[in-house]
Structures are given as C-alpha cells and as structure tokens.
C-alpha cells in the first residue's frame, strides 16, 4: 500500500494499492536477481476521473465509462537485492505496460498558470512529448525490506516489511509500505 499526492491543486495524500509477484535466483545467499509483474490503483486518478474534472470533461470523456480501468497501472520490472542477515536493499527497474491516467498526470504537473496584463488567469498543460513518453513507460523502484528470518540461512520460508519510493524515470510517485512473503524453491530441509 503506497500514497501519494497527484499535483499542487490536487495535494491531499490518497492511497495507491499494488501488488507485484516475482521470481528470481539468489546468489552466495548475498545478492538475489530476478523478474515479475506488477498491478497498481491509484485513488487519486480514480477520484479524478469520477469527479469528471477539467481535463477528463475536456480531453478524455471517455474515462468515464471506465474510472477504475482508467486508473490502473500494470507492468513489468527486473530486480535485484542486496541482503544482509535481516535487510534487503532492492532496486527495480519496470516497463510500464499500461498507465493510461499519466496523460492527464503529465499535462497537469508539466504545465504552468500565468496572468497576463489584464490580470486573466491562463494555465497551460505540459505537452505530450518524446520525454513524457520515456517517464510514462520506466517505472524504478527502491527500498529497503526487513526479513523476520535471517537471509544467511537460507531459509526456505520468510516473511519482510518493507518501505520503499516507486518513481517513474526517477521523479518519484509515491510512497509504499509493503508486506511479502517469500518461498525458496529447492532449499534441502535437514
């Protein structure tokens, strides 16, 4: 479960929900390598969408006929962790495969209000360009997990908590307080 805040306008602190399924292989019991999925939704998009605000009612009237659609995200990541006794330090790397909502995101947080000489208020939307399309599509992670069992040993069953910032091309996103499990397939139980 993360938070986030979507823009200035829109500043209160709503909920991201996700859930991600990995697999990979651990080295030395040091280092573990690996590849999964991830599924995320954003209250903040949802609310948006079903508030029918500006640039929904403007540009994209047709997220209304799907806001929870709409304000999902899914893709895939690569990771890697280090592990030391309880902690693990991890780093992903994510392909977002699906993050319609970022359009709107994009165009509100890239954009800017001005006034002109007749003290009317403009604002102007971030445009849609080659740099959107690179910060739609990357999703990086990083964080820190604690493992109720000690890594060292290997253990073929493990539990963590952990905190860590989901980010797209590195501008973060939101915050996340997870909880996983964790199952070691081929560990010889003495």
Known sequence: MGQNVLSQKFNSKK???TVSASSGKIINNTFKIGGGFYYRFYEHYYDYIKNNETLVAEQYP???ENPYGYATN???FATSEL???HFGFALDFGLNIYKPFYKVDWQINQGYTYQNL???TFEVLG???WYYEIK???ST???IKYYLWTTNRAPQHNIFIGAHINANLGQADFTELSLGYVHRLGVKIN
């Open 136 to 138: 739609r599509t990357i």
């Open 118 to 120: 007749n003290n009317q």
């Open 127 to 129: 445009e849609l360009n």
């Open 83 to 85: 592990l030391i006794d």
């Open 15 to 17: 909920d991201v929900y």
């Open 62 to 64: 047709h997220y209304t």
């Open 141 to 143: 992670r990083m964080g």
């Open 74 to 76: 899914f893709g895939l």
